[in-house]
């Protein structure tokens, strides 16, 4: 009698041979791990990336990122089966390894400055260094011809940083620390220091040296925010004599 095979093993179901149990079930193959699934994802995705920063997404291929990232180009297709699908499986990756993303939890007796600060400036020491800073960079030099990559980060990455910042401001209106009757225009200059840094150290020079520290702008930004209310949009403008 031959040992009976299972398309699926369970803990309960013990196989028999000529009527006694065999001490280990006999499955059919089993596929990859969900830990060696997600290592695999990771390395396609960031070879992608950097293929992407430096070919331009028009230009990669395929078998370069497979090259890059150690990997049979059908392995790719496997989990990623367009270069559409990479782009998005990209930008996905580059956030979920970002903290810009995870809302902190407002401490007892914090204010919402200190809760600001403590917010956005660590992510901003380290964003360069991430794949969320790179994830930028090809933003800012890719977007214009591949719009699916502008409305990729758009709707996954920068609306919900404004709304997780415009939360805070908010809240910092209501209980009178910051003077602002529009809270949305400081929500979107707090992201100035990002784009401004991304733009300077990626595009502008290639000096290190030269480079441009985010969070220290991300700092002085808010401090100056929070020293004295901006000038209201509603009120006109004196023009010089």
């Keep these: 009698m031959s040992v009976p095979r299972t398309a699926v093993c369970s803990p309960d179901a013990v196989p028999e041979k000529d009527g006694a149990p065999v001490a280990e079930a006999v499955c ?15 390395q396609i995705t960031e070879a992608a990336l950097a293929i992407f920063l430096e070919q331009g997404i028009t230009r990669a291929t395929m078998a370069q990122i497979a ?46 400055q200190a809760l600001l600060r403590r917010s956005l400036l660590p992510t901003m020491e380290a964003i360069e260094r991430s794949d969320r800073g790179s994830l930028a960079r090809l933003i800012l030099t890719e977007a214009k011809q591949h719009p699916e990559l502008a409305r990729l980060y758009k709707e996954l990455a920068f609306d919900p940083w404004q709304q997780h910042v415009l939360g805070i401001l908010q809240l910092a209106c209501e209980e009178g620390e910051l003077q602002s009757q529009a809270p949305e225009d400081y929500a979107r200059l707090l992201a100035s220091p990002f784009w401004m840094g991304m733009v300077h150290n990626g ?39």
């Design 67 to 112: 090259a890059r990232a150690g990997v049979a180009k059908g392995t790719i297709y496997t989990y990623y089966p367009s270069k559409e699908a990479l782009l998005r499986g990209v930008v996905l990756q580059a956030l979920a390894q970002s903290a810009a993303y995870q809302p902190l939890c407002r401490r007892p007796g914090e204010t919402a």
């Design 28 to 42: 059919r193959r089993r596929g990859p791990s969900l830990d060696k699934t997600a290592q695999t994802q990771r």
């Design 203 to 241: 595009l502008l020079t290639d000096d290190p040296q030269q480079h441009v520290a985010i969070a220290p702008l991300m700092e002085q930004l808010i401090a100056l925010l929070f020293a004295s209310p901006l000038p209201s949009s509603s009120q006109p403008v004196r023009s010089l004599p």
